[in-house]
């Protein structure tokens, strides 16, 4: 099927273009980003050597949806969405942490746990939790990045104020606004039947100095979700939860011997296998939104894709 995995435009007054691992960040007349979600994999902080179909556009209806129910409680760089993948918002100035919290022992945490770590983040983890248990609150785990390095790091409090990554006062600021933004995606996650087990929230600052939203939220690829139906159960009797998130493929992976690191080869993703990933996004899309994923035409996405945003940005 085709899919988008890598783009080169040149749109009117652009100004350079990053290609991160999974978006394609356009600057117009260093004003504006045009954010395109590409159908590209990541896991472990690797790309995946092939596309999944739909998956760009998936995650930027996602995204954009959650910008809309969210923007009473944090402000959001989000202004229009001219195509299915693409998102046109302001320019920000990013601060350089994830925002990581996690309302459950699972993922990169509970590998941590297994390992008889108790300290992830500078955040104590309680003794006699097994893997997938709910933290008596969430904590919150932040990652940074250098600027040459390609995997996010886990860091604290203290040192991300030390190194001058981000002001103690704006920290403060990104952990309200965290907690916040968890709550109601916990809570929206409940009224359609899952569990919002962890995610992570990036911010920015625009030219006016407000703290502001950007990037993704809430979608498969920077969260994890539970069934809640049968979740207690599950967890009584040992067994693996049913999930709605990238962890699949991350387990995937790591069954076939990859975990992104040195020497390791990334195992060769089947046609069969691709089109699950994709079914799984999509399954994760209707749950999450309670409505159905209409697929947008991909014949010629490229041309597609270009001819929304040249025309929405002949528009302004």
């Known amino acids: 099927m085709n899919t988008i995995t890598t783009t080169n435009f040149n749109f009117p007054n652009q100004k350079s273009v990053y290609h991160g691992k999974v978006r394609e960040v356009y600057n117009i007349n260093d004003d504006l980003l045009v954010m395109i979600a590409t159908d590209r994999l990541s896991a472990f902080d690797v790309v995946m050597p092939k596309g999944i179909p739909y998956k760009g556009q998936i995650l930027n209806q996602i995204a954009t949806k959650f910008m809309q129910l969210t923007q009473d409680i944090v402000p959001n760089w989000?202004?229009?969405?001219?195509?299915?993948?693409?998102?046109?918002?302001?320019?920000?100035?990013?601060?350089?942490?994830?925002?990581?919290?996690?309302?459950?022992?699972?993922?990169?945490a509970a590998r941590e746990y297994a390992a008889g770590k108790r300290l992830l983040c500078g955040v104590v983890m309680p003794e006699g939790l097994k893997e997938n248990d709910r933290f008596p609150t969430p904590i919150i785990t932040p990652t940074t990045k250098a600027?040459?390095?390609?995997?996010?790091?886990?860091?604290?409090?203290?040192?991300?104020?030390?190194?001058?990554?981000?002001?103690?006062?704006?920290?403060?600021?990104?952990?309200?606004?965290?907690?916040?933004?968890?709550?109601?995606?916990?809570?929206?996650?409940?009224?359609?039947?899952?569990?919002?087990?962890?995610?992570?929230?990036?911010?920015?600052?625009?030219?006016?100095?407000?703290?502001v939203l950007i990037d993704e939220i809430h979608t498969p690829d920077s969260s994890r979700y539970f069934y809640a139906d049968g979740y207690q159960e599950r967890q009584d009797n040992g067994e693996a939860q049913k999930q709605l998130s990238k962890e699949f493929v991350r387990q995937w992976l790591i069954a076939n011997g990859f975990q992104g690191?040195?020497?390791?080869?990334?195992?060769?993703?089947?046609a069969e296998y691709i089109q699950t990933v994709s079914d799984r996004y999509i399954e994760l899309y209707e749950n999450i939104l309670g409505e159905e994923f209409v697929k947008a035409e991909i014949a010629n996405i490229h041309e597609r894709i270009e001819k929304n945003v040249l025309a929405y940005l002949a528009s302004l």
């Open 78 to 108: 989000l202004i229009a969405t001219p195509d299915p993948n693409v998102a046109v918002g302001h320019l920000c100035e990013p601060y350089k942490v994830e925002m990581v919290i996690r309302g459950y022992l699972s993922g990169h």
């Open 147 to 211: 600027d040459n390095a390609s995997h996010d790091e886990d860091n604290s409090r203290e040192p991300i104020f030390e190194k001058g990554i981000v002001t103690e006062e704006e920290y403060l600021i990104l952990e309200k606004y965290t907690r916040a933004l968890y709550q109601r995606g916990t809570e929206i996650a409940a009224s359609r039947g899952l569990i919002l087990v962890d995610t992570k929230y990036e911010f920015g600052k625009t030219k006016e100095g407000k703290i």
């Open 261 to 270: 690191k040195d020497g390791q080869q990334i195992p060769d993703m089947t």
